[in-house]
């Protein structure tokens, strides 16, 4: 099983990334997916999740408007695109996978806001 995200690197405030996250060795499309992220300091929270199927999607208050996420079952692969970053966005962001007891963790793709 691999969780392999890209898309990060260092953004001013208000611009734009799109994360992405492969999957392999298990049957993607059957797993909800979620993006978490980590600050230095602080513990993991979830950003944004979504559905086996893409159909339905949940938002963290704090990034909501600004975040959306989406999947491409057919290609084994998850976004996260973030617009009007803050310097508060700054983290390692981690995909999830999770089906029953079965819960995947990707390395992570550091993040980082600065002026």
């Known amino acids: 099983v691999q969780l392999v995200e890209s898309g990060g690197g260092l953004v001013q405030p208000g611009e734009s990334l799109r994360l992405s996250c492969a999957a392999s060795g298990f049957t993607f499309s059957s797993y909800g997916m979620s993006w978490y992220r980590q600050a230095p300091g602080k513990e993991r929270e979830l950003v944004a999740s979504?559905?086996?199927?893409?159909?339905?999607?949940n938002v963290g208050d704090s990034v909501k408007g600004r975040i959306s996420i989406s999947r491409d079952n057919a290609k084994n692969t998850m976004f996260l695109q973030m617009n009007s970053l803050k310097f508060d966005d700054t983290a390692v962001y981690y995909c999830?996978?999770?089906?029953?007891?079965?819960?995947?963790w990707g390395q992570g793709t550091q993040v980082t806001v600065s002026s």
């Open positions: 979504i559905s086996s199927t893409g159909g339905s999607t």
């Open positions: 999830n996978a999770v089906r029953g007891r079965n819960n995947y």
